[in-house]
């Protein structure tokens, strides 16, 4: 049996209270949480909080990475470290394909070579290659709704019980007593991602899978079950204080059983549910029942659906 669907998308709406999963900086002792100017559900431009793709798409690796480690799926040297840089870090690779290759044959090899690269996508600039493998995942950013989200900067202190004057120490280093003030964002974020399942193991250049079925099978589990746990645990920087608070997902998830794409709206559109299913039904008479949606009011509903649709793969 195949795969039986080709995409999969997400629309929904992520409330997170009190989280710090966003910030780009910081000016003296003040941390700077992101902003994005987007145009409101009747148009009018406002600046809302917002979490970076980036940011998800890092917690979706993260797990994927946990994932293939237990399961046993093939990685590359950098890719078992973590490292940004991926397959560029596996010296034994790139001298396996040397300098100026050709660009199927190493995209080839690296769909045997490692699970990791094939599903999140890679750059290989060593040893004078350019070679791009296209993600399987897309995340968009996750933006805040303006009525209802808002961000609030809060009074820190670290103290040093044998130094009760001044902030740091003399010589300038993380010693002594720092004041600082760190944001916290609470709202419900709207959110939009894509998986092409269809690609999994997929050499784009030769127009072939390049893998076995059982093995392409294992990789599609393996991705939907890190976008489900992204939204069970979304890791991140300042948890160890500001884990955030999950209070609720709901939306659409849709899939696609052939090459049309699962649709996907944002749910900045208030009627965003409505619009799904209407498009669904409108390319379903392109192709019957091609596409499927799926609403959830929950996290319990969305994990739900989720672990049927990884069942179906088994």
Not at 25 to 50: C, F, K, W, Y
């Amino acid at each position: 049996m195949t795969i039986p669907f080709q995409s999969l998308s997400i629309s929904g709406l992520l409330t997170l209270d009190m989280h710090a999963l966003n910030n780009e900086g910081s000016e003296g002792n003040h941390l700077q949480t992101r902003m994005v100017h987007i145009l409101d559900a009747e148009g009018q431009p406002t600046v809302v909080n917002a979490i970076s793709g980036d940011m998800f798409k890092h917690i979706q690796a993260e797990h994927l990475h946990g994932i293939a480690v237990e399961r046993g799926l093939p990685l590359c040297e950098g890719c078992k470290r973590l490292s940004a840089n991926r397959i560029n870090d596996d010296d034994a690779f790139l001298q396996e394909i040397g300098e100026k290759a050709d660009s199927r044959e190493t995209l080839k090899k690296v769909l045997h070579h490692c699970a990791v690269d094939d599903l999140e996508g890679v750059l290989i600039t060593a040893k004078k290659n350019s070679m791009a493998r296209k993600s399987t995942v897309e995340f968009g950013w996750l933006i805040g709704l303006p009525d209802v989200t808002r961000t609030e900067s809060y009074f820190h202190v670290k103290f040093d019980t044998g130094r009760g004057e001044g902030s740091g120490a003399e010589d300038g280093s993380n010693r002594g007593q720092n004041i600082f003030y760190r944001p916290a964002s609470s709202g419900k974020y709207a959110l939009v991602l894509n998986a092409e399942l269809g690609r999994v193991g997929f050499n784009d250049m030769a127009r072939e899978h390049q893998i076995g079925e059982d093995e392409r099978k294992e990789r599609v589990k393996a991705l939907l079950e890190s976008i489900l746990l992204s939204f069970v645990k979304p890791l991140g920087a300042h948890r160890s204080t500001q884990l955030p608070h999950m209070v609720n997902f709901e939306g659409v998830v849709s899939i696609s059983t052939s090459t049309i794409p699962a649709p996907t709206v944002s749910p900045l559109n208030q009627s965003y549910q409505k619009e799904i299913e209407e498009i669904a039904h409108n390319l379903n008479r392109l192709n019957s029942r091609g596409i499927q949606t799926f609403a959830f009011h929950s996290q319990s509903e969305f994990t739900k659906i989720m672990v049927d649709l990884i069942e179906q793969v088994r």
